[in-house]
């Protein structure tokens, strides 16, 4: 499939244009959020606004109804946290569930028109060791709690409020800041930058007593200006998914690319790392981020999962960023 490239100056009208009379408003997308979750968790595709044709993913894989996490599904959790994009009727979400009475986390996309979901884009972090979790050990400490963190859920002072065009283009950095991070490209942080994958947190915790610091342990300004993530050799299919101007928030998908060609390199203070993993890999990301009212990104939270190197997403849908280095490798995104 052709992605959906999408310019700056084009991302007000986006992949559905300007929202019109029959188009879902944040009430509208929420409740669409709502009966997807409770068909999912029912194991019922039946129960959800489900269009006629309707595509389903699921970890990068396309399924059918009822498959996969639909077959699995035994509870909804209390954490919920939805983004709803009313111009380009999308919606972003995450929560918590069972699944045979084990631990997931959730991101789903959704592509909404007249108010029933065309596109189903399923990110699953099966937290235990079940067979093809694909979710290490140190990324299953849910310190997530019940509730999504205030900022994500706080309208910005109307003047405050970034463009569509700029919030997608801070996300961006992000990656940009990211791919063979040099500490040479920092993102816009604030001062609170706090992210959480797969609900634990991998910036700024406390050091142990007498522990030796990783980049879990700086904040997000720290982290990237030291390089401690050199071995991100390629953050490649970044599409931006949706985007809420009320609150700041942008919804994106990226795969990061690891080639394992690096087996040790320096930080910005001189300190050695040594990269551990042997062979090449890649994460698969759904991720969110806040952009506070001065335009910096304060609150960072993802879902991903460890898949094949290489792995390509199952649908283009999104406002497209190209990779540098996916450019200078020759790498087909789609």
């Not at 079940?130 to 997530?144: F, H, K, M």
Request: glycine fraction near 10%.
């Amino acid at each position: 499939m052709k992605p959906v490239i999408l310019t700056l100056a084009l991302a007000g009208a986006g992949m559905g244009g300007r929202a019109d009379a029959a188009s879902c408003d944040r009430t509208c997308l929420e409740g669409v959020a709502d009966r997807y979750l409770v068909a999912l968790t029912s194991r019922d595709p039946s129960k959800a606004p489900l269009a006629k044709g309707v595509r389903y993913a699921e970890n990068n894989v396309v399924l059918p109804l009822p498959d996969g996490l639909w077959r699995t599904a035994s509870r909804l959790g209390n954490y919920r946290l939805v983004v709803t994009d009313t111009t380009w009727q999308t919606v972003g979400l995450y929560a918590k569930l069972q699944e045979n009475g084990a631990p997931v986390l959730l991101a789903s996309f959704l592509k909404v028109k007249d108010g029933r979901i065309t596109e189903i884009d399923a990110q699953v972090a099966r937290l235990t060791d079940t067979t093809g979790s694909g979710t290490p050990a140190n990324l299953r400490e849910d310190q997530l709690g019940d509730a999504p963190r205030a900022q994500f859920l706080t309208a910005l002072p109307q003047a405050m409020r970034r463009s569509r065009a700029e919030l997608a283009s801070i996300a961006n950095s992000y990656y940009t800041g990211l791919e063979n991070n040099r500490g040479e490209k920092v993102p816009p942080f604030a001062e609170d930058c706090l992210r959480l994958e797969n609900g634990t947190q991998t910036s700024g915790r406390t050091l142990p007593s007498g522990g030796q610091p990783n980049g879990m342990h700086y904040s997000c300004r720290e982290a990237f200006g030291l390089g401690y993530y050199r071995d991100d050799t390629r953050l490649r299919n970044r599409r931006i998914l949706a985007i809420d101007e009320e609150r700041g928030l942008v919804y994106a998908t990226v795969f990061f690319d690891h080639d394992a060609s690096i087996r040790e390199y320096k930080l910005k203070d001189g300190r050695d790392v040594a990269v551990k993993n042997t062979g090449p890999w890649t994460w698969s990301t759904q991720e969110l981020f806040q952009v506070n009212a001065g335009g910096k990104i304060s609150q960072v939270e993802a879902v991903l999962m460890a898949v094949p190197y290489g792995q390509r997403p199952a649908f283009s849908t999104g406002q497209h960023f190209p990779s540098p280095q996916a450019d200078r490798d020759g790498f087909k995104e789609y």
